[in-house]
């Protein structure tokens, strides 16, 4: 039975900090757009960079991907180049996410809704 008061004494500490999450939610969006990563593939024939928002930013080839003239290899290469980048990028969006959870006082392996 007290289990269940010590449940809502949690739920009442989360409600009240609901406008510092807000806010500390607001600056983690606005960190996301920040973020960039960059991913290679074929020793730098292909770039692609990524931002937190998982938008590509940019895709660069490089004279000698260009005179392969290989459009599957190409296609290959773009395709892992944007996924190393991806990858980059989802990293330090978790290290963004699990700084901000400490910021919040949120427990080691405690996953906050939208962040995971």
Known sequence: MFD???GMGQMAGLLKML???QEEMAKYQQRLGQITAEGDAGAGLVKVKVNGRFEMI???LSDEALKLNDRE??????RAATNQ???KV???AAEAAQAMATELGVPPGMN????T
């Open 73 to 78: 290899m190409l296609e290959d290469l773009i």
């Open 90 to 92: 989802r990293a330090a």
């Open 19 to 21: 406008p510092r999450m």
């Open 112 to 115: 906050l809704p939208g962040l």
């Open 85 to 87: 980048a991806i990858e």
């Open 58 to 60: 940019s895709c660069t």
């Open 4 to 6: 269940m008061f010590r």
